[in-house]
């Protein structure tokens, strides 16, 4: 299995959109691997894990085959993961040769996103998006195109169900772990008995300790100290860190110091991982 990290920023990116932090600044200024865009990744060049307004320049810059992608894997409905706005350019009049549907997997709050932004855009345009949305569980079991994936429970917005991704195919395991805090005890409960190959951590808050909602680095020890305790994880296991925010406060060559300290990988736009 191989995934590709297409962004690997928080909401507002980094730089953020709007923001003239001292890190922000000097990210702007060092370009490369700091330059973070929007929450988003591609399994094997085939299924999409989240929509953010990057995805364009994200096909722009990495050769993302959009017309071609049959599957998306939604985590939760935030601005930096759920842009379904551009799903509507995926009707006749704005693409041609489309050459099937997609099929989006998620949960219920981006499915009223989306139909709130169908309605309107049908509105001025009567094609309807070549699009199936399935509105899924967590803890249930689905496949698509050969991938058995199942959602979990994430520690992030309690607004909706935000959902973590566990993914296997060919006898790998592939553990998407963002947005969320520390995990919730039922997904604990859950994942006792699998082994994964790559553990994906959210590190959005870096240097700082959080409570829930997001995590920073020392949280990301004990999420990967608890895994290698019960067994999910062992030294062939590859654990990578991702979703930056600027007010984590340290630039990739820093961030990417602190976390090999623990075997950690830290993610840029672009990288690639194979597992
Ligand atoms: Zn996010
Ligand atoms: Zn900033
Ligand atoms: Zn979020």
Same mark, same amino acid.
């Given at each position: 299995m191989k995934i590709q990290y297409l962004g690997t920023a928080a909401a507002e990116g980094w730089p953020g959109i709007f923001c003239r932090c001292d890190v922000c600044k000097k990210a702007l200024r060092l370009g490369g691997k700091n330059i973070r865009t929007r929450s988003q990744a591609v399994i094997d060049d085939k299924i999409l894990v989240d929509l953010p307004q990057d995805t364009y320049s994200h096909m722009l810059t990495y050769g993302l085959d959009m017309p071609n992608i049959r599957t998306l894997f939604v985590t939760h409905s935030h601005q930096d993961h759920w842009?379904?706005?551009?799903? !509507?350019?995926?009707?006749e009049g704005f693409a041609v040769d489309m050459n099937g549907v997609l099929d989006i997997y998620g949960n219920d709050a981006a499915f009223h996103y989306l139909d709130r932004v169908e309605a309107e855009a049908l509105e001025y345009s009567p094609n309807k998006a070549q699009i199936r949305y399935h509105q899924i569980r967590e803890f249930q079991e689905y496949t698509a195109q050969g991938y058995r994936f199942i959602p979990l429970k994430a520690a992030?917005?309690?607004r909706e169900n935000c959902f973590l991704y566990l993914i296997q195919k060919d006898g790998k395991t592939l553990f998407y772990g963002n947005?969320?805090?520390?995990?919730?005890e039922e997904t604990w409960d859950f994942i006792q008995g699998y082994h994964f190959d790559l553990v994906s951590m959210d590190?959005? !808050?870096?240097k700082t300790r959080l409570e829930t909602n997001h995590m920073g680095l020392s949280n990301n020890v004990d999420v990967a100290k608890r895994l290698r305790d019960m067994g999910c994880?062992?030294?062939c296991t590859k654990f990578v860190v991702t979703h930056f925010?600027?007010?984590?406060?340290?630039?990739h060559e820093e961030m990417e110091e602190r976390a090999k300290e623990h075997g950690f990988i830290t993610a840029y736009d672009g990288m690639t991982v194979e597992f």
């Amino acid at each position: 299995m191989k995934i590709q990290y297409l962004g690997t920023a928080a909401a507002e990116g980094w730089p953020g959109i709007f923001c003239r932090c001292d890190v922000c600044k000097k990210a702007l200024r060092l370009g490369g691997k700091n330059i973070r865009t929007r929450s988003q990744a591609v399994i094997d060049d085939k299924i999409l894990v989240d929509l953010p307004q990057d995805t364009y320049s994200h096909m722009l810059t990495y050769g993302l085959d959009m017309p071609n992608i049959r599957t998306l894997f939604v985590t939760h409905s935030h601005q930096d993961h759920w842009y379904p706005e551009e799903l !509507m350019m995926r009707r006749e009049g704005f693409a041609v040769d489309m050459n099937g549907v997609l099929d989006i997997y998620g949960n219920d709050a981006a499915f009223h996103y989306l139909d709130r932004v169908e309605a309107e855009a049908l509105e001025y345009s009567p094609n309807k998006a070549q699009i199936r949305y399935h509105q899924i569980r967590e803890f249930q079991e689905y496949t698509a195109q050969g991938y058995r994936f199942i959602p979990l429970k994430a520690a992030h917005n309690p607004r909706e169900n935000c959902f973590l991704y566990l993914i296997q195919k060919d006898g790998k395991t592939l553990f998407y772990g963002n947005d969320t805090g520390y995990l919730p005890e039922e997904t604990w409960d859950f994942i006792q008995g699998y082994h994964f190959d790559l553990v994906s951590m959210d590190c959005t !808050m870096q240097k700082t300790r959080l409570e829930t909602n997001h995590m920073g680095l020392s949280n990301n020890v004990d999420v990967a100290k608890r895994l290698r305790d019960m067994g999910c994880a062992n030294d062939c296991t590859k654990f990578v860190v991702t979703h930056f925010s600027h007010n984590g406060g340290w630039l990739h060559e820093e961030m990417e110091e602190r976390a090999k300290e623990h075997g950690f990988i830290t993610a840029y736009d672009g990288m690639t991982v194979e597992f």
